[in-house]
C-alpha cells in the first residue's frame, strides 16, 4: 500500500486516519488513491471509522456500499469487530484498484458482502462459514477478534489467517466468475489448475476426511481441495506478496536487487516480480526472527506455484476493467 500525505500539512499519514496531527480532516477518496482534506463524508464515518469520502450524491463510500447485511452494531463487540473486518475489506479494494477491479473505469459487477458475526445477543451463533456464491460473499466478523482467530488458525492447523487473507480468497472467487467471460481464460485456467467443473461438494468432504499435503503444486493443504480452491489460495497470495513489496517500497526502503522506482503493481512480469516479493519477505522474515516472531511470510515458491501466480497474475491485472 502506497504512504499518503495530509494535503494540508504534507505531513505523513495512514490508510485509515481520520485525521492529520496538524487536525485537518482526513477522506481517503478511492478513485484518485489519495487523501484529501475536504470531501463528503461516508456515513459510517462515525460508528466503524470509515475514512473514504462518500460515492456523489450517495451517503455511502464505495467500500460501504458492497455491504449489503450488517451484524448488530449495539450487541457485543460486534461494533468494534466490523470497524475491524470494514477496515480490512477497504485495504483490499484499494489494493484491487492499482489493477483498476472496481473503480469508475470497470464495467463489471461488484460483489455483495454479508457481514455476519456470532455475537447475535443470546447465546453465540454457530460458527459462521465464510464463502462465495453467486456474487455474494460471507464474511464472518467474529474473526476480527484476534485471540479467536489465531485459535482457529491453530485448530485449522493453518500457517497463516488474516481478516485480509479472508476477503483477499473471497473476492478471487467472484474475481473467477468475472474472468470466465473473457474469451480463453477457461480453457487456460483448467490446464493449469484442473477442471473447476469438478463436484464442489464431494472435493470438500474428500480433503475434510483425507486432507493432503500441500506438496509442490500447491500453496496451502486447502488448495489441494478443488481448483476453485486452487485458485482462491494462488490469488491471496499473490496478493499478499504484491501488497506487502509495495508496502516495502513506499516506505523508502530498498535492496540491491530493486530496480530505482520499483513500482509492483506497474511490473507486468509476474516472474520478476515475484523474485522481488521473495526477497522481501526473506528480509522480513530475518527481521522477525531476530525479534522471535513468526515469519511474515512463511510459505515456499516452487515453479509449479510460480506458474500459477503468474498465469493468475496475467489474467487479473491485464483484464480488470473487462465483462460487464
Not at 460501504?64 to 485495504?91: H, I, T, Y
Not at 480463453?184 to 486432507?211: I, K, T, V
Request: proline residues 4%.
Amino acid at each position: 500500500m502506497q504512504s499518503f500525505t495530509c494535503p494540508a500539512c504534507h505531513a505523513r499519514v495512514y490508510f485509515d486516519n481520520l485525521f492529520c496531527a496538524c487536525g485537518a480532516l482526513l477522506y481517503y477518496e478511492p478513485e484518485a488513491q489519495a487523501m484529501w482534506n475536504q470531501a463528503a463524508p461516508c456515513s459510517n464515518r462515525d460508528s466503524i471509522q470509515c475514512n473514504w469520502a462518500a460515492v456523489p450524491d450517495a451517503a455511502l463510500c464505495r467500500s460501504c456500499r458492497m455491504s449489503d447485511m450488517l451484524p448488530a452494531l449495539n450487541v457485543g463487540d460486534n461494533q468494534r469487530l466490523l470497524a475491524r473486518a470494514e477496515r480490512a475489506k477497504r485495504w483490499v479494494l484499494a489494493n484491487l484498484a492499482n489493477w483498476q477491479w472496481f473503480t469508475d473505469a470497470d464495467p463489471g459487477a461488484r460483489p455483495r458482502f454479508l457481514m455476519l458475526s456470532e455475537h447475535t445477543g443470546g447465546q453465540r451463533a454457530a460458527q459462521i462459514v465464510m464463502g462465495h456464491a453467486g456474487g455474494q460473499i460471507t464474511i464472518n466478523v467474529t474473526e476480527a477478534d484476534q485471540l479467536i482467530r489465531l485459535q482457529r488458525q491453530h485448530q485449522l492447523g493453518e500457517q497463516y489467517r488474516s481478516m485480509v487473507g479472508h476477503f483477499r480468497h473471497e473476492l478471487a472467487h467472484f474475481l473467477f466468475d468475472r474472468l470466465t467471460l473473457a474469451d480463453g481464460f477457461s480453457d487456460a485456467f483448467r490446464a493449469l489448475f484442473g477442471d473447476e467443473r469438478a463436484d464442489y461438494a464431494a472435493a470438500l468432504q474428500s480433503h475434510y476426511e483425507n486432507p493432503a499435503a500441500p506438496g509442490e503444486d500447491h500453496i496451502t493443504a486447502y488448495a489441494t481441495a478443488h481448483p476453485h480452491e486452487d485458485w482462491a489460495e494462488t490469488v491471496a497470495h499473490l496478493l499478499h506478496m504484491v501488497d506487502f513489496t509495495d508496502s516495502f517500497v513506499s516506505a523508502g526502503l530498498d535492496m540491491k536487487t530493486l530496480p530505482a522506482d520499483y513500482a509492483p503493481y506497474a511490473d507486468d512480469d509476474a516472474d520478476h516480480l515475484l523474485s522481488i516479493a521473495a526477497e522481501v519477505a526473506i528480509a522480513i522474515n530475518d527481521i522477525n526472527r531476530a525479534l522471535d516472531n513468526t515469519d511474515l511470510y512463511p510459505f515456499v515458491l516452487t515453479p509449479a506455484i510460480r506458474e500459477k501466480m503468474c498465469f493468475a497474475h496475467g489474467w487479473l491485472k491485464r483484464h480488470a476493467a473487462r465483462g460487464a
